[in-house]
């Protein structure tokens, strides 16, 4: 069975909250605040791998170098970033 995308969800959930606590001196109090937010809004995440998968489809959108949206840099630039800033930046 071949995967449309390099991540599935289950794959995306797991490496997004690994890029979101990798430079975090708190990691405990991060993955509450991380909790917290799932909690209240279950759906998020899967919003974040909806926009990822989104741009990945669109090279006419955003060039070729949507295929690259599901390496680490690019996480850490868009959803992993967003996450910082919701949940208030460096823990």
């Given at each position: 069975m071949?995967k449309?995308?390099?991540?599935t969800?289950?794959?995306?959930?797991?490496?997004?909250i690994e890029?979101?606590?990798?430079?975090?001196?708190?990691?405990?109090d991060?993955?509450n605040r991380?909790?917290?937010?799932?909690?209240?809004?279950?759906?998020?995440?899967?919003?974040?791998?909806?926009e990822t998968?989104?741009?990945?489809?669109?090279?006419?959108?955003?060039?070729?170098?949507?295929?690259?949206?599901?390496?680490d840099?690019?996480?850490?630039?868009i959803?992993?970033?967003?996450?910082?800033?919701?949940?208030?930046?460096?823990?």
């Amino acid at each position: 069975m071949t995967k449309k995308y390099p991540l599935t969800y289950e794959e995306y959930h797991k490496k997004i909250i690994e890029l979101f606590l990798k430079n975090k001196t708190d990691k405990e109090d991060a993955m509450n605040r991380l909790n917290n937010l799932l909690n209240a809004e279950p759906d998020f995440m899967e919003g974040l791998y909806a926009e990822t998968c989104f741009r990945y489809d669109h090279p006419e959108i955003y060039s070729e170098t949507c295929k690259k949206v599901f390496g680490d840099y690019l996480l850490e630039s868009i959803p992993v970033n967003t996450l910082n800033m919701l949940l208030g930046g460096q823990i």
